[in-house]
């Protein structure tokens, strides 16, 4: 019976549709300069609690449950890496710098471009395989950080429709990142052999960009199922039309 009840009040509560919060006020549809500067506020005030009214979970650090990075054997790194309840530090820090998109036409094409200074992933790992002929294993804590780092984010709007309302949902979400410097960090490689793990170490550091090439693409698909799932709950909370004014 408290069952029955518990539903019944469950929807009533999601039939009442929220309203848009009076801060930040709602830009006009694609004017950069404006979404930006909402983008910025919502990111520095909102990005370390998270954020209901938006539906932002907290971002700052932000748990990454699992990463894999994967590279087959015709690469010159040759790993299978994977990192389990980690965080993602910095998110907060980002600086959004311009949009394209975000018109009155949900479908379709949308861009943000922002640069992160320092973007960290922080936590447990498992790795082995090869980097550039050297074999590596171990398991431990690191710390891969990306410093400076330019970012394009860009998805496809899939409108969708509820209660007679129309929203947006982002799709096909893709990341290029083009850091100024990538550092690694691996404690207890090689079974905490700490000679070894000390060159292991610099060699990564030294080779940074070699490496950076190979596992990008495995990095940026990961970030980008992140970033799909925070832009597609916060563009679920509100119909697309009431984050823009006319
Ligand atoms: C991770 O490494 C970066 C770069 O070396 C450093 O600035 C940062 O403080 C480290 N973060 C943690 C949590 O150890």
Known sequence: MSRIIFIV???????????????????KYGDSGCIVKMINYLIREKAMQGD??????????LPVAKMNIKQGAESPVNID??????????????KFRKIKGFGKDIAGGHEILFNAGK???????????KVLILPISGTGKSNMTLVNCDVVLSFTG???EKNGETYM???NLKIITKPER????????????????????????DNWEA?????????????ADIFQTIITGVFSKYPYAKFFEE
């Open 52 to 61: 209901h009214e938006f539906n932002l979970v907290k971002l700052d650090p």
């Open 9 to 27: 009040v469950f929807c009533t509560v999601l039939a009442v549709q929220a309203e848009f919060p009076d801060d930040p006020k709602p830009c």
């Open 211 to 223: 490496i950076f090439q190979e596992v990008k693409q495995s990095m940026e698909s990961a970030f």
């Open 119 to 129: 973007l960290s992933l922080v936590g447990p790992y498992n790795i082995k395989g």
């Open 182 to 205: 990538m550092y690694y960090y691996f404690t207890n490689l090689f079974n905490g052999d700490k000679a070894l793990g000390d060159n292991m170490n610099a060699f990564l550091n």
């Open 158 to 160: 899939k409108p969708f």
């Open 169 to 171: 949902e982002a799709s």
């Open 81 to 94: 890496l994977t990192f389990k309840d980690n965080q993602l530090l910095g998110i907060s820090k980002m």
